[in-house]
């Protein structure tokens, strides 16, 4: 569901279920996961990768080009500069980890 407000630009591609919420950017050639929700205001750049079930928290940013796992948590207005590779919970400027979210059961 994209909310209005929010903005695609071309070549984006979205997944299954996923929530893009009103003021979301989802910027050209990026990818996102199935289950995700991007709360309002949150950017992915150009060319990123966002996992499945991922939550980018309002006001959060992941730059251009960067990766990010399945099921991780993007605190509000935290910037990811760099891939993040495993599950858990990361805040700040830049985003770093600040709790392990481990495996579904």
Partial sequence: MVLAGAFIN???TLGRNIIVNSGAIVEHDAVIGDHCHLAPGS?????????SGVLL???????????VCDWA???????????????GTYVGVPARKIQHKGPTR
């Fill in 10 to 12: 071309i070549g984006a």
């Fill in 43 to 51: 950017v992915v750049g150009g060319g990123a990768r966002i996992g």
């Fill in 57 to 67: 928290g309002s006001n959060a940013t992941a730059l251009p080009g960067v990766t």
């Fill in 73 to 87: 948590v993007i605190g509000a207005g935290a910037v990811v500069c760099e891939n993040i590779n495993e599950r």
